[in-house]
């Protein structure tokens, strides 16, 4: 996958992008990342690329041309045609299912915005909006460091373990259960007998019981959406008699 990050502020992304699993995905060749600085596409000789918005009001405006130039400077280096997306809040909510979308593009373009936002003319060059969450951030940066990172997750042969990305939480609908490493007994807790029992059938059972367990008790609407099969259901019957004989002991 290779990715153009357009911003205004490109030194805030070598640190994440030189650690871990980012780092090991370009060192791979799975990963490259180019960050665009939209500066360079100013067109004064002052480099500016904000303005006043039209009509008034607080803050300035991201001016549309050096975001087209960078756009039409990116798209002279590639063959295909790539995959925008506007970081912007109020984009469709960025999750697991759209992490596995954009893994999938061979060529995307993150746009970070700034200020008080984008002259509204930019957002005709995106083919999606994405929002990390429902607040402000100062700037899109952040945003797109999250959306490359758990993206990047889902390109084949950058996890260690392939599956694991599939396994982790929100990936089948549902959160993860308890992981526990050694010691076995740590301050008098201890792992679940189950885990050390070497039964393989047994353990798939736990941890796709402890799986519903906990989406039942943090997340109950995703377990709504879920696609869960008879003996799943039968696993929740089994976590709601549980529940019942500990209120009523
Ligand atoms: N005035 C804009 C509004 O109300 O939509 C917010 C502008 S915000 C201060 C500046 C930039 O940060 C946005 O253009 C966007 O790129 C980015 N941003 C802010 N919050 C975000 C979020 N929740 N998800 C993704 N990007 C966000």
Redesign the pocket.
């Known amino acids: 996958m290779r990715v153009y990050i357009l911003t205004l502020f490109p030194e805030m992304f070598p640190c994440v992008l030189n650690a871990s699993i980012l780092k090991r995905a370009q060192d791979q060749g799975a990963l490259k990342v180019d960050l665009v600085n939209i500066r360079d596409f100013a067109v004064d000789a002052h480099g500016t690329v904000d303005d006043y918005p039209y009509g008034g009001g607080p ?1 300035m405006v ?1 001016k549309p041309e050096p975001v087209f130039e960078s756009l039409d400077w990116i798209r002279g280096q590639i063959e295909d045609e790539p995959y925008v997306v ?6 469709y909510t ?1 999750d697991s299912a759209w992490a596995k979308e954009i893994a999938q593009k061979e060529n995307v373009v993150l ?8 002259d509204e003319r930019i957002r005709i060059l995106a083919d999606t909006e ?11 940066e952040l ?1 797109a460091m999250v959306v490359l990172d758990a993206s990047v997750r889902f390109v084949p042969g950058v996890l260690g373990d392939d599956d694991s990305a599939w396994e982790d939480s929100f990936s089948h609908g549902l959160l993860e259960g308890p992981q526990y490493t050694r010691p076995r007994v740590y301050r008098d807790m201890s792992v679940p007998e189950v885990l050390l029992s070497g039964n393989h059938d047994a353990i798939m059972r736990w941890r796709r019981k402890e799986a519903l367990r906990r989406t039942k008790e943090r997340r109950p609407e995703l377990l709504e959406k879920a696609r869960l099969t008879y003996e799943d259901r039968r696993l929740l019957e089994e976590i709601e008699k549980e529940q019942s004989n500990l209120i009523e002991a």
């Open positions: 803050g991201m506007l970081l912007s809040p109020q984009g960025f746009i970070a915005g700034h200020y008080e936002g984008f994405l929002s990390i969450g429902d607040y402000v951030l100062t700037g899109g945003a």
